[in-house]
């Protein structure tokens, strides 16, 4: 593995001190990839139950790499460690919306219950990591969150929903989720390629990237949404074979 580096140095600009600088360059691209995704989501016209949960959490993903960016890297200095909160709590909301995405698009192929259950389950647990992180100003239960965010729900229901009607666009955000977990690993572990591009800088550029492939993914799914709409045939079909 790896050997963790230094953390980078500060550089001034035009008089102006940047802490962390290509984290928080890497941070704000990420929040471009967001962005692009977001405009685009809106000039499809995609406008299914998932696809506006995921058009959503674009735009929130977009909002807390910013904040993160600019105020948990590069300007953390003229601020105060509490200030990383925002960011977190946006990022929290905006996993639970990708999570929405993801119950909502497989809706017409399990049975009412079951998702009116995660639905709320959805929403119990996100107001519980927003007070937890508030009150222990810990970043690990974001993490705890996003974990349990993508894997049980993302990787659940999308994992079904392509078992069942291989559903393309199902199997892309997939493909998104493990890049992303490659990005925790990288995080978790501190695995840094050299100073100026350390552990942090290289999980912003895959979550970039699993934030493309996501949207990718996400724009697919409108292809396939009206066979999983509530009374569609296979809807119908869902319930027959409950």
């Known amino acids: 593995m790896l050997k963790p580096v230094a953390s980078q140095p500060s550089i001034f600009p035009f008089g102006l001190r940047i802490d962390e600088p290509v984290a928080t360059v890497t941070d704000l691209a990420v929040a ?41 890297h590069g300007f953390l200095y003229a601020f105060s ?19 929405r995405a993801a119950i909502s698009h497989a809706r017409g192929l399990i049975r009412p219950g079951i998702a009116r259950f995660f639905l709320a389950l959805n929403i119990v647990e996100m107001v519980a990591i927003l007070v937890i992180t ?7 239960w974001v993490e705890y969150h996003n974990a349990y965010g993508l894997i049980v729900n993302v990787v659940g229901f999308h994992g079904y929903v392509f078992y069942r009607t291989r559903d393309r666009g199902s199997l892309i955000v997939l493909g998104a989720v493990v890049i992303t977990a490659v ?27 699993a934030a ?30 409950s």
């Open 183 to 209: 990005a925790s690993v990288v995080f978790t572990r501190h695995i840094s390629l050299h100073q100026w591009f350390n552990y942090i800088d290289l999980s912003h550029v895959l979550l970039a990237i």
């Open 32 to 72: 471009l990839v967001c962005g692009y995704a977001y405009v685009q989501m809106g000039r499809k016209y995609l406008h299914s139950r998932a696809q506006v949960h995921f058009r959503n959490y674009f735009l929130l993903v977009a909002v807390a790499t910013t904040l993160g960016g600019l105020i948990g």
């Open 81 to 99: 460690f509490a200030w990383k909160l925002p960011g977190w709590l946006v990022g929290i909301v905006s996993v639970s919306l990708v999570e």
């Open 134 to 140: 508030i009150a222990t100003l810990d970043f690990r």
């Open 212 to 241: 493309y492939i996501m949207y990718l993914g996400a724009i697919r799914l409108g292809r396939h949404e009206k066979s999983l709409q509530p009374n569609s045939p296979a809807q119908t079909e869902a319930h027959g074979r």
